[in-house]
């Protein structure tokens, strides 16, 4: 039986504080095309937007620290995804995606809170 590529669930945005932007840690995903970000915040009135960056010229050493910072393109979303509210959630799904590194990065608008961001990957 052959193994299909996926990257099990697993948090890039830790507890991030949302009195400024936030830029998750980076995901290799090659050999994936399916990629879904599952966000949650708590806060006082935290407004801005998600953003979702890919490069190919990104890379890290064996031991996880980068090599090459690499450039960082957004991805054009079909829905810009918003955060508002003091507690709430959201949810963005890529396919079809042929990069090599992907990372969100919350831009933010004003208030504070915390959020909280897991990936997942795997093949089509």
Same mark, same amino acid.
């Given at each position: 039986?052959?193994?299909?590529?996926?990257?099990?669930?697993?948090?890039?945005?830790?507890?991030?504080?949302? +009195?400024? &932007?936030?830029?998750?840690?980076?995901?290799?995903? /090659?050999?994936? *095309? #399916? $990629?879904?970000?599952?966000?949650?915040?708590?806060?006082?009135?935290?407004?801005?937007? #998600? +953003? !979702?960056? !890919?490069?190919?010229?990104? +890379? /890290?050493?064996? &031991?996880?620290?980068?090599? %090459?910072?690499?450039?960082?393109?957004?991805?054009?979303?079909?829905?810009?995804? %918003?955060?508002?509210?003091?507690?709430?959630?959201?949810? $963005? &799904?890529? *396919?079809?995606?042929? @990069?090599?590194?992907?990372?969100?990065?919350?831009?933010?608008?004003?208030?504070?809170?915390?959020? /909280?961001? $897991?990936?997942? %990957?795997?093949? @089509?």
């Amino acid at each position: 039986m052959a193994s299909r590529p996926l990257i099990t669930p697993h948090s890039v945005i830790k507890d991030g504080d949302m +009195s400024g &932007d936030i830029v998750s840690d980076v995901t290799i995903i /090659q050999n994936t *095309t #399916l $990629i879904s970000y599952e966000i949650s915040w708590v806060g006082t009135t935290p407004v801005g937007t #998600l +953003s !979702v960056e !890919v490069s190919n010229d990104y +890379s /890290q050493n064996v &031991d996880g620290t980068v090599r %090459a910072p690499g450039k960082w393109t957004e991805l054009p979303l079909s829905i810009t995804p %918003a955060v508002s509210g003091n507690t709430d959630n959201g949810f $963005i &799904d890529i *396919t079809e995606l042929a @990069a090599y590194a992907i990372r969100i990065k919350y831009n933010r608008t004003s208030g504070v809170g915390t959020m /909280q961001a $897991i990936i997942v %990957a795997k093949v @089509a």
